[in-house]
Nanobody, 117 residues
Framework: QVQLVESGGGLVQPGGSLRLSCAAS????????MGWYRQAPGKQRELVAQITSGGSTSYADSVKGRFTISRDNAKNTVDLQMNSLKPEDTAIYYCNQVHKYSGMRYWGKGTLVTVSS
């Protein structure tokens, strides 16, 4: 059973930065796409950033130019660098892992990011 554990959330002022990290209990080898989702209060969970098994990245329009996703297959980690944070970035951020062939999907329990002055 794959376990994903997020860390790095917290309270930050508008314009600040945070770096989220997701540690996987198993390999995040080139068989898996990895992503970060978020869910704000009263809203649906949405995709924030994704990095494919081959290293291609994609971002939600709302975070382009501010967030950067990266992966380290050797360390089994996926990070999300978040800069120029805005109050509307406040949400629980979830790490996600998808097997590129089977579509099997795993979720972490989430980490809370609060952007407020």
């Amino acid at each position: 059973q794959v376990q994903l554990v997020e860390s790095g959330g917290g309270l930050v002022q508008p314009g600040g930065s945070l770096r989220l990290s997701c540690a996987a209990s198993g390999s995040i080898s080139r068989l898996y796409h990895m992503g970060w989702y978020r869910q704000a209060p009263g809203k649906q969970r949405e995709l924030v950033a994704q990095i494919t098994s081959g290293g291609s990245t994609s971002y939600a329009d709302s975070v382009k130019g501010r967030f950067t996703i990266s992966r380290d297959n050797a360390k089994n980690t996926v990070d999300l660098q978040m800069n120029s944070l805005k109050p509307e970035d406040t949400a629980i951020y979830y790490c996600n892992q998808v097997h590129k062939y089977s579509g099997m999907r795993y979720w972490g329990k989430g980490t809370l990011v609060t952007v407020s002055s």
